[in-house]
C-alpha cells in the first residue's frame, strides 16, 4: 500500500515570500501520479499542480512548481511570490496508474501573513 | 473545465434518519466516483468508490450498510447516511475522474457539512 507524509502540520509565510510545502511517499510501483491540493477555508478541493513519475522534468504552473526527486521519493511544492489568496490547507496525493483512488498526505496548513 | 456539483451544502438531521447527499459531474461523464469523509483539522479519507451499474467498492471499517451509495447514471452518484448518529456529523466529499483519464486530473464537489443532533 501507499502512504504519503506531510511532515509540516502548519507553516506561515510573509506576503511576497517563497515557501516549500515537503510531501514524501512510500510506493513500489515504478510509474504513478502525484498532485498537490489546496484547500482553502471554503473547503473546496483545487488541483494545484500534477507531476507524471516518468517525466523528469519537474512541473511549474506560474508561481506553483514542483521539486520531484524519484530516488528520494520526495515531492515538495514551491510557491513563489506568496499570496494572501494562497492561505490554505495543501495535501499532497498519489495515484498508481491503474488505480483510481487518490492516496492523501495529512495535510499541511499554511497562512500567508501580510 | 470539468464540475462536480455536490448538494446539499449543509444538512442539519435528527439522530436515527437518513441523509442523502449527491453528487453530479455536470459536463462530463464519470464511470467511477469517490467518497471522502474529513474531519476537523484532518486529511481525506477515502469512503468507497461508486462505479456506475454495479456496486460499490468499500475500504475496510467503513459500512457499507450504514453508507449505502448508488451510482445510477454516469453523472450521477449518491451517499445515503442512514440511521445516521452524531459521530457520524462530519464533512462528506466526492469526487470524479473524467472518462478521458488523467489529463483532467480529479475534481471535487464542494461538500456537504453533515450535523446529526
Known amino acids: 500500500a501507499q502512504t504519503v507524509t506531510q511532515s509540516q502540520p502548519e507553516m506561515s509565510v510573509q506576503e511576497a515570500e517563497t515557501v516549500t510545502l515537503s510531501c514524501t511517499y512510500d510506493?513500489?510501483?515504478?510509474?504513478?501520479?502525484l498532485f498537490w491540493y489546496k484547500q482553502p477555508p471554503s473547503r473546496q478541493m483545487i488541483l494545484v499542480i500534477r507531476q507524471e513519475a516518468y517525466k523528469q522534468q519537474n512541473a511549474t504552473e506560474n508561481r506553483f512548481s514542483v521539486n520531484f526527486q524519484k530516488a528520494a521519493k520526495s515531492f515538495s511544492l514551491k510557491i513563489s511570490d506568496s499570496q494572501l489568496g494562497d492561505t490554505a490547507m495543501y495535501f499532497c496525493?498519489?495515484?498508481?496508474?491503474?488505480?483510481?483512488?487518490?492516496?492523501f498526505g495529512g495535510g499541511t496548513r499554511l497562512m500567508v501573513k501580510p | 473545465g470539468a464540475v462536480v456539483s455536490q448538494h446539499p451544502s449543509r444538512v442539519i438531521c435528527k439522530s436515527g434518519t437518513s441523509v442523502k447527499i449527491e453528487c453530479r459531474s455536470l459536463d462530463f461523464q464519470a464511470t467511477t466516483m469517490f467518497w471522502y469523509r474529513q474531519f476537523p483539522k484532518q486529511s481525506l479519507m477515502l469512503m468507497a468508490t461508486?462505479?456506475?451499474?454495479?456496486?460499490?467498492?468499500?475500504e475496510q471499517g467503513v459500512e457499507k450498510d450504514k453508507f449505502l451509495i448508488n451510482h445510477a447514471s454516469l453523472t450521477l452518484s449518491t451517499l445515503t447516511v442512514t440511521s445516521a448518529h452524531p459521530e457520524d456529523s462530519s464533512f462528506y466529499i466526492c469526487?470524479?475522474?473524467?472518462?478521458?483519464?488523467?489529463?483532467?486530473?480529479?475534481?471535487f464537489g464542494s461538500g456537504t457539512r453533515l450535523t446529526v443532533v
Open positions: 469526487s470524479a475522474r473524467a472518462q478521458t483519464g488523467f489529463a483532467y486530473g480529479y475534481t
Open positions: 510506493t513500489s510501483e515504478n510509474n504513478y501520479y
Open positions: 496525493a498519489f495515484m498508481k496508474p491503474a488505480g483510481n483512488m487518490l492516496t
Open positions: 461508486s462505479n456506475e451499474g454495479s456496486k460499490a467498492t468499500y
